[in-house]
């Protein structure tokens, strides 16, 4: 069955300090992983894309990573601000354009 | 440029009641989706499009029909809402092709069935 779990469910850091965020997923077969970031009241928009090939990708202060043999994939944020409190969705494609997408990770950046 | 918009953006419906959702998309994409989300769970499927005049069933399709007559709009109906489908709803799209290309999502409507 394909899945997509992340974790943690929430998370909250100060302003300033960097944070992990987890997806492990059992999508088969792989073609592609999505991080996307969901403000409060919006819809999702999407910050990178992974590719089977792909071990590291970076976006400003988001990178992130994939492992496509343990079936992985992390987005780690640097130097956190406020403006970075959202939720953060992992979206796994598989080759037949079946998407599945992660329950989120809440992230709160407080002052 | 809109890109993806919804209306409305909130709604409080009585058991039995029924509604239509409009989503419209300017970016000329063939490919559009009908999600909801709910607490604790990612965004589901409900129905999706490929093109004008098709539709397909998702995951979660049941309670729901949806309609395309055109490319840039994707109707999602409610014709006897139940408490169960208190949600907000996602509509999204993308171009055809790829399974690498994005998927851009619309403001969502927050729908609530008492």
């Known amino acids: 069955k394909n899945q997509v779990e992340q974790s943690p469910q929430s998370l909250i850091i100060l302003e300033g300090k960097n944070c992990t965020l987890q997806?492990?997923?059992?999508?088969?077969?792989?073609?592609?992983l999505r991080w996307y970031k969901q403000d409060t009241g919006r819809g999702p928009v999407s910050l990178t894309i992974?590719?089977?090939?792909?071990n590291t990708k970076s976006n400003g202060r988001y990178t992130a990573t994939l492992d496509a043999d343990t079936k992985q994939s992390s987005l780690h944020i640097t130097a956190s601000q406020l403006s970075d409190s959202a939720s953060y969705i992992c979206?796994?494609?598989?080759?037949?354009?079946?998407?599945?997408f992660g329950a989120g990770t809440r992230l709160t950046v407080k002052p | 440029n809109a890109g993806v918009t919804q209306t409305p953006k909130f709604r409080v419906l009585k058991t039995g009641q029924s509604m239509t959702l409009l989503c419209a998309q300017d970016?000329?994409?063939?490919?559009m989706y009908w999600y909801r989300q709910d607490p604790g769970m990612g965004l589901r499927l409900i129905h999706y499009?490929?093109?004008?005049?098709?539709?397909a069933k998702g995951e979660v399709p049941d309670g729901y029909n949806v309609s395309r007559l055109k490319k840039q709009n994707f109707l999602l109906g409610l014709e006897s809402a139940a408490p169960s489908q208190t949600s907000v709803y996602f509509c999204?799209?993308?171009?055809?092709?790829?399974?690498?290309?994005?998927?851009?999502f619309g403001p969502g409507t927050r729908l609530t069935v008492l």
């Open positions: 999204a799209s993308r171009r055809q092709g790829s399974g690498y290309n994005e998927q851009f």
């Open positions: 997806c492990n997923y059992t999508v088969s077969p792989f073609s592609n």
């Open positions: 992974m590719t089977f090939s792909e």
């Open positions: 979206v796994v494609s598989a080759r037949n354009n079946d998407m599945r």
């Open positions: 970016m000329n994409h063939e490919y």
């Open positions: 499009s490929v093109g004008e005049g098709t539709t």
